[in-house]
């Protein structure tokens, strides 16, 4: 857990709202009993249903790539969970209808399209995903993303421009 979840974690704490927990345990035990190889179309099982409710986000890791996977109005998208900003991890952001928000610097992604809103030479990776029998199942890249980083802040915070003699 990065320390914006921490920070947000006990946020919820301090107002009042419980804290969503999936018990480690049982999501380590879920994880574990997710099949290895690839199905007959090339996709990986990277989760169980019941891991990802309905208008939230998490992040998987396959062959080493963190891919962030949302599930919006019943349907799943998956999108690179590196921010083409500064990779601040999209699995962590909030989500407003399909666009989900870097809890970074604010920086904003179509869930469907991975464009970026804040700035549009910086599309993030698109991925196919289903879900089969509780099991999402992430497949091959259906669009490239920029392999850009750094840029313009989106949260109203300026870096103070100091000019060196």
Request: charged share 25%; aromatic share 8%.
């Amino acid at each position: 857990m990065g320390f914006r979840s921490r920070f947000k974690s006990r946020i919820k704490q301090i107002i009042g709202q419980p804290e969503q927990k999936g018990g480690a345990t049982s999501i380590r035990e879920a994880l574990a009993s997710l099949p290895t190889e690839p199905d007959a179309d090339g996709f990986y099982a990277v989760a169980t249903s019941a891991i990802l409710p309905e208008g939230k986000g998490n992040t998987f890791t396959r062959d080493g790539h963190g891919i962030a996977v949302f599930r919006v109005d019943g349907a799943l998208f998956a999108i690179d969970d590196a921010c083409a900003h500064e990779d601040g991890p999209l699995g962590e952001g909030d989500l407003s209808g399909r666009v989900v928000t870097c809890p970074y610097h604010n920086w904003r992604y179509n869930l469907e399209t991975g464009e970026c809103l804040s700035q549009d030479s910086r599309s993030v990776s698109c991925f196919a995903v289903k879900e089969v029998d509780g099991v999402i199942w992430v497949g091959p890249r259906t669009r490239h993303g920029s392999e850009e980083r750094g840029g313009l802040h989106d949260d109203g915070l300026n870096s103070p421009q100091i000019q060196v003699d």
